[in-house]
């Protein structure tokens, strides 16, 4: 027996741009098996024909880098008509407000925000009636962090993106947006394996989902977003409870407290301007996971900074 969403995509042609990895290529495979025929694109080709092989079924790959108006408007015309465009392609730049370079944040802003905008306007003419167009934004815009406000800021304007291409497009596609909490994906590839297992589990043992996502996960929401009919113009938060967890400031403030100023000072200030998390700035200046343990978190890192101000 067919489930909903096989007879939902069963033959619908998608194409996801950023397929090549993380959440996009999870999102190729379940659509894939589910019926649908997949178009994955991204600037790397050795790596898009290697997520092919890893897909199977035929997958079809359509290089192009999203920021670059003239290829995205010539790659566009050669994809056919498209029943669902997915676009999780981005790149993230971080840093404290006054030390990230201009030159990095318009670097994310064209690569989240211009280049998706693109892409969806050159797919629209051969986007049929009743598809979708489905963007990713991040749960920073409305859960902000120091130190990532670039980001924050950038994954605010796909979300409005989204809602108001919802009210252009009414009655010719549907357009959502999936916010992902932290994702286990390639995008933490280059940081070292220790320090990534260690964030996710610190990250995961604050959520009420106890873990942080898999890459399984947000292809669940993106499946539900192509499919259905009634959801149009939402944000859709796949977090684990990212917006709704506990601070539990009174602890942290008390594992703070404990720290000299200094090495708090140290620490935050290494975090913030290496664009890293807090344990990797802990571990370069020699410290234990232990006395890391208050900047590693986001919200203790917000924290710390306040400590440091007060
Ligand atoms: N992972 C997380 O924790 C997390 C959290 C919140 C939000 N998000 C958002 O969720 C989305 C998916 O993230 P992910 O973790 O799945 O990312 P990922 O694994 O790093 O994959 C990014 C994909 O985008 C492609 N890409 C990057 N720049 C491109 C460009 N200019 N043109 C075309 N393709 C481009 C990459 O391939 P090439 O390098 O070959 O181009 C790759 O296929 C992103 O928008 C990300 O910002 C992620």
């Known amino acids: 027996m067919n489930t909903v969403f096989e007879t939902a995509l069963s033959g619908k042609h998608i194409v996801i741009v950023g397929g090549s990895s993380g959440m996009g290529k999870a999102t190729a495979k379940m659509a894939t098996a589910l019926g649908a025929k997949v178009t994955i694109a991204s600037r790397n080709t050795a790596k898009l024909q290697a997520a092919a092989g890893e897909i199977g079924s035929g997958v079809r790959i359509a290089p192009v880098d999203t920021t670059d108006g003239a290829g995205v408007s010539s790659w566009a015309r050669g994809l056919g008509s ?31 925000f211009i280049g998706p905008y693109m892409t969806a306007r050159e797919v629209l003419p051969v986007l049929v009636k009743g ?12 859960r902000p962090s120091a130190g990532a406000t670039g980001l924050g800021a950038v994954n605010a304007a796909v979300e409005a993106l989204a809602k ?3 009210l252009e497009l009414a009655g010719r596609a549907r357009v959502n947006c999936i916010s992902p909490g932290m994702v286990a994906t390639e995008a933490y590839a ?7 297992e260690a964030m ?15 890459a399984e996960d947000i292809a669940q929401a993106v499946v539900m977003a192509m ?4 959801l ?14 506990d601070l539990r400031l009174p602890q942290v403030q008390r594992q703070i407290g404990s720290l000299p100023k200094t ?48």
């Open 131 to 142: 598809g979708s167009i489905t963007f990713f934004s991040g749960v920073l815009s409305r």
């Open 200 to 214: 996710y589990a610190q990250v995961g043992s604050s959520l009420p989902a106890g873990r942080v996502g898999e």
């Open 82 to 112: 498209v029943d669902h465009l997915v676009i999780s392609a981005s790149s993230a730049a971080r840093g404290a407000f006054t030390d990230l370079p201009i030159d990095d944040l318009r670097a994310m802003f064209e690569a989240k």
């Open 232 to 245: 149009t113009g939402s944000v859709l938060d796949v977090d684990g409870g990212h917006l709704v967890r």
């Open 227 to 230: 499919t259905n009919g009634f």
């Open 164 to 166: 108001g291409l919802a």
């Open 190 to 196: 280059a940081t070292p394996e220790e320090t990534r």
């Open 263 to 310: 090495d708090l000072f140290r620490v935050a200030v290494l975090a913030s301007s290496k664009q890293i998390m807090g344990l990797e700035a802990a571990s370069k200046l020699g410290r234990t996971r232990a006395q890391a343990q208050p900047a590693l978190l986001t919200f203790n890192r917000s924290a710390v900074l306040g400590k440091l101000g007060s």
